[in-house]
């Protein structure tokens, strides 16, 4: 009988084993949709803390990428940290702050994207950077162009310091505006902005100009643009003359 009885349990012991554990009384099996997407939010998370620590934060008490957490996520990605594609993805994640990302914006924008891991998330880089080249901007463009001043403002109570502002023109126009380098080159020559900011109006206009003006011969000074931009284009169109007007005294310019 004792030998018996051994048997017995040794019996239920190869059932369990072969089996599986019973789940608990009162308890039901897990689902597995459930637990997909648990798996998907950790591995969104798992990047997130990686530029954390990075950039020298503790995951546990940060909660939010700054610009050295996004410095780091550029050179993961393999792009310069001034790239476009960072501002794209910002306004794609429905960011609301100047240079971060909160983990909630990481985490809830790439997940209403249906990406869930790290070659997910280069894909669509490369996605974006199809469209920011696209000749044929859309509303989507203005839209992206007008979310990046606040984005790339470290400071919200200032205007856009101007070196700032010409590094981003230079890299989100360059496909879309021909008189560019004439742009940047009399801000820094003669418009008088240095270490003035640039605002917001100015910002928005400047791609209304860039959209409405391939030449220099379609402008109209009757439309309503800063004064700056008018005083742009009439030192392009005279090399050399006294087109050049203080921007200071259009008062659009004056950094608060």
């Not at 099996?29 to 803390?49: H, T, Y």
């Amino acid at each position: 009988m004792p030998a018996a009885r051994r048997k017995s349990v040794g019996g239920a012991n190869a059932e369990k084993s072969k089996g599986g554990a019973a789940p608990a009384p009162g308890k039901k099996g897990k689902d597995p949709l459930a637990g997909f997407a648990v798996r998907s939010k950790n591995d969104l998370e798992i990047m997130f803390d990686g530029y954390l620590v990075q950039a020298g934060n503790n995951p546990h008490e940060c909660d939010s990428m700054n610009e050295q957490a996004l410095a780091a996520f550029a050179e993961d990605m393999g792009i310069p940290k001034d790239d476009p594609l960072v501002l794209m993805l910002a306004f794609r994640l429905e960011c609301a702050g100047s240079f971060s990302i909160t983990r909630g914006e990481w985490v809830h924008g790439f997940q209403e994207l249906s990406i869930t891991s790290h070659a997910g998330v280069r894909t669509y880089l490369k996605a974006l950077s199809a469209e920011l080249c696209n000749p044929d901007p859309g509303d989507q463009f203005t839209n992206f162009y007008n979310f990046s001043y606040d984005f790339i403002r470290s400071d919200p109570t200032r205007f856009l310091p101007l070196d700032t502002a010409i590094q981003y023109w230079r890299r989100i126009l360059i496909p879309h505006f021909k008189l560019l380098p004439e742009w940047c080159n009399y801000l820094v020559d003669e418009s008088g902005l240095e270490g003035k900011g640039v605002t917001r109006d100015l910002w928005q206009q400047l791609w209304v100009f860039a959209q409405n003006t391939p030449s220099l011969e379609d402008h109209s000074a009757q439309g309503a643009y800063p004064v700056i931009i008018d005083n742009f284009v009439e030192w392009a169109m005279n090399p050399g003359g006294d087109a050049e007007k203080d921007a200071g005294d259009s008062g659009d310019v004056t950094a608060s």
